[in-house]
């Protein structure tokens, strides 16, 4: 299990991967899709 802090970081990303799918594939490539 993660920390509850790095849960938290997790979810807001997948949060917003869920809502526009291609946002994470710029700028955002490290906070998303990197950890999954």
Do not use: F, H, R, V
Not at 15 to 35: F, R
């Amino acid at each position: 299990m993660l920390p509850e802090k790095d849960q938290k970081k997790l979810m807001n990303a997948m949060e917003k991967l869920a809502e526009n799918p291609y946002a994470g594939k710029s700028s955002n490539n490290l906070n998303g899709y990197a950890i999954t």
